[in-house]
């Protein structure tokens, strides 16, 4: 058996940990869209079996000509395609957005602890402060964009409060989001070491520029779970799918006879599937198996962040020169 990986591992929480019991193709329940889309299927299962009973009971020819099937099945196409392709699109910049943020914590906090104003006791309280509060933007940037308002309690989540400065309040309740408010503590810091001489005005100005890169970051994930598909284009994609399903058992009842029914349900599960993983992947940031992990990724940086700067305050920061 493989050894155990602890939990200093680097991307411990956001690499993958178990291997897949089961090929991909047998998979029905964890990570698939098939508990969405199983309504619409069943429902276009029976109602291809009853045009095809009353076709071939009934003495009803119900067939019609399957000339315009493929020109329907071009259309349906091009729409699902640019209905994935734009989900998708948004689910990997809100991946791209996660790294760069994360990068520039990373960025900031190395350069507090080799550059910042550390001379005195003090000074290296407040330099644990400000990277423990870059760290707390992560987690305050996760719970914001799941709409999750206000500190929690420290028994809820003490991983996240004891990254906070203390007595903070937040002002969510007024419309201020609390990643902001924390950018002001690292901006204070940034000018702290600016007037006190350890960071020129060229050092300085590329520390808030890297701030303003974590909040324009934060700004367009904000953009992607804010701005859903426009409903106008969910309705019409909602009524082609549904039109060409219930015309697709006439077209082909007269040369399928009752195989039209599970060519129906397979074509309605491919349709529906790819409706599906579209809409499940639209706004990333959720609790969805298939959202980009952020939690994982969040806890990944503290473990990062916080041993390099229990190094730091022992002195130890020569080992990673």
């Known amino acids: 058996m493989p050894a155990r990986r602890v939990e200093s591992f680097p991307w411990f929480h956001s690499s993958r940990q178990k291997p897949r019991r089961w090929p991909l193709a ?19 299962t029976l109602f291809t079996t009853l045009v095809v009973y009353i076709d071939q009971h009934l003495n009803v020819n119900l067939g019609v000509p ?8 071009i259309v349906v196409g091009l729409l699902l ?16 957005d996660v790294s760069h943020i994360v990068s520039s914590v990373r960025n900031l906090s190395r350069y507090f602890m080799l550059c910042g104003p550390n001379e005195s006791d003090e000074d290296r309280q407040d330099t644990e402060k400000v990277v423990k509060t870059l760290v707390a933007m992560l987690f305050a940037m996760r719970s914001s964009l799941r709409e999750d308002w206000g ?15 203390r007595g903070i309040q937040g002002h969510e309740n007024w419309g201020v989001a609390l990643p902001l408010e924390l950018a002001f503590f690292v901006e204070k810091y940034i000018r702290k070491g600016h007037k006190r001489g350890n960071f020129q005005a060229p050092q300085a100005s590329m520390l808030t520029s890297q701030l303003n890169s974590i909040i324009d970051g934060y700004g367009h994930m ?32 007269d040369d399928w006879s ?38 994982n990724i969040v806890r990944d940086a503290r473990q990062e962040i ?16």
């Not at 399957?66 to 099945?73: C, F, G, R, Y």
């Open 26 to 44: 047998l998979r029905f329940i964890k990570g698939s869209v098939h508990a969405n889309i199983i309504g619409p299927i069943v429902f276009y």
């Open 66 to 73: 399957s000339t315009v099937t493929p020109s329907l099945s």
């Open 306 to 321: 916080t041993t390099l700067l229990e190094c730091w305050k022992q002195g130890k920061e020569e080992h990673f020169l």
């Open 258 to 295: 009752w195989v039209s029914v599970p060519m129906v349900a397979l074509i309605a599960f491919t349709l529906y599937g790819i409706e599906g993983i579209g809409q499940e992947i639209e706004n990333p940031f959720g609790l969805d198996r298939n959202d980009i992990k952020m939690d």
């Open 151 to 165: 500190i929690p309690d420290r028994e809820e989540e003490p991983e996240y409060t004891d990254l906070l400065p």
């Open 222 to 253: 904000e953009t992607i779970m804010l701005t859903p598909i426009p409903v106008c284009y969910q309705i019409h994609m909602k009524q082609v799918l549904s039109l060409y399903c219930l015309f697709l058992p006439f077209s082909i009842v």
């Open 81 to 96: 395609v640019f209905r994935n392709s734009s989900s998708y699109e948004r689910f990997w910049g809100g991946r791209q």
